[in-house]
């Protein structure tokens, strides 16, 4: 299974983008869908994620900017990200985990996507 981003880009401080992550194959037994980050230098950190009950949880530095929502019929899940700061660039990772067969958490990952918010 392969995750699928795009939607990254240049945009100027204020702006807005929204990512979007689909997967190639199915994926059953999803725990939760999510979307991080990591910026030159810096470890990769969440950003924003939702269980299979829609539960959503968000870094502090992004609550009331962005949203995350997620299609789990279709294995899909979005990021919209409203009023960009500079420090919001980076390179955004979606994530989608599971149980596998042996009721472990497994971790599927996208390959990346650039967003530069310029000042």
């Known amino acids: 299974v392969q995750l699928q981003a795009s939607g990254g880009g240049l945009v100027q401080a204020g702006g807005s983008l929204r990512l979007s992550c689909a997967a190639s194959?199915?994926?059953?037994?999803?725990?939760?869908m999510g979307w991080y980050r990591q910026a030159p230098g810096k470890q990769r950190d969440l950003v924003a994620s939702i269980t299979s009950s829609g539960t959503t949880a968000y870094a502090d530095s992004v609550k009331g900017r962005f949203t995350i929502s997620g299609d789990g019929a279709r294995y899909q899940v979005f990021l919209q990200m409203n009023s960009l700061k500079p420090e919001d660039t980076a390179v955004y990772y979606c994530?989608?985990?599971?149980?596998?067969?042996?009721?472990?958490?497994?971790?599927?990952w996208g390959q990346g996507t650039l967003v530069t918010v310029s000042s």
């Open positions: 194959n199915n994926i059953f037994s999803i725990i939760s």
């Open positions: 994530n989608i985990r599971r149980l596998n067969d042996y009721r472990a958490p497994e971790d599927y």
